[in-house]
């Protein structure tokens, strides 16, 4: 087993190493398939969820449309079950309306903490 060290830019909400979130789709602020972020990362692009339909009919609801191909970006669209590195206030606003998709842990940053409280993240926890 590949031991990663644990820096504070790859630290995940548990205090351990962050895992990879997806490459296919690929994501993440950096697009390295890891939801790590920096200074230049404005809307925080730190959750790692597993999209989920009730999620994807939200965020089109309230101007994110994530489902719908945008080519000209290389990006396909999103459909439930794909892994995304999604904004933490967006989670926020989708966690108070109801519509939040389920969290991978090990694999969302710790910044993600700065806007969302660890215990409803793991109230959302993906377990599979």
């Not at 692009?45 to 009730?54: D, Q």
């Not at 191909?69 to 990006?75: A, I, L, T, V, W």
């Not at 842990?105 to 599979?128: K, N, S, W």
Request: hydrophobic content about 40%; glycine content about 8%.
């Amino acid at each position: 087993m590949i031991q990663r060290a644990v820096t504070p830019d790859r630290r995940n909400v548990l205090g351990q190493a962050l895992d990879p979130c997806s490459k296919d789709p690929m994501t993440g602020f950096f697009r390295d398939g890891c939801c790590r972020t920096d200074e230049n990362d404005m809307g925080s692009h730190t959750v790692c969820i597993r999209a989920s339909a009730e999620f994807l009919v939200f965020s089109a609801r309230v101007g994110n449309n994530l489902s719908t191909p945008m080519p000209e970006y290389g990006f396909d669209g999103l459909k439930p079950g794909d892994q995304w590195c999604l904004c933490a206030a967006r989670w926020q606003e989708a966690f108070l309306h109801g519509a939040a998709p389920p969290v991978v842990l090990g694999a969302t940053h710790e910044r993600a903490l700065e806007v969302i409280a660890l215990e409803d993240l793991r109230a959302h926890a993906f377990e599979g």
